[in-house]
């Protein structure tokens, strides 16, 4: 899942959700990790602030698809650059 909202600012900045629910705090910060990865190698477009919410299929997903899934969602939201 992810939350938009324009901050006015030069830059986006991105925020990552994972609750107890994906596990302990290694696999959790594990998916932190993983996501932040993955968006510092998306081209986004600026002055907007995302939060990412990990969902239950997240904590088991390969680095891959959680690419995938991550740039679906920011092209869905408008955030995706264009290349």
């Given amino acids: 899942m992810l939350k938009v909202l324009p ?3 030069p830059q986006s900045r991105f925020g990552f959700a994972v609750g107890k629910a ?3 705090a290694v696999m959790r910060n594990r998916l932190r990790r993983r996501l932040r ?3 510092r190698h998306t ?3 600026p002055s907007w602030d ?3 919410i990990a969902r239950s299929g ?3 997903a390969s680095f891959a698809e959680l690419a995938q899934a991550a740039a679906q969602l920011l092209d869905r939201a408008g955030l995706k650059a264009e290349e």
């Fill in 22 to 24: 994906m596990g302990k």
């Fill in 43 to 45: 081209a986004t477009r």
């Fill in 50 to 52: 995302a939060i990412f």
């Fill in 37 to 39: 990865e993955v968006v």
């Fill in 58 to 60: 997240a904590a088991d």
């Fill in 7 to 9: 901050n006015g600012l």
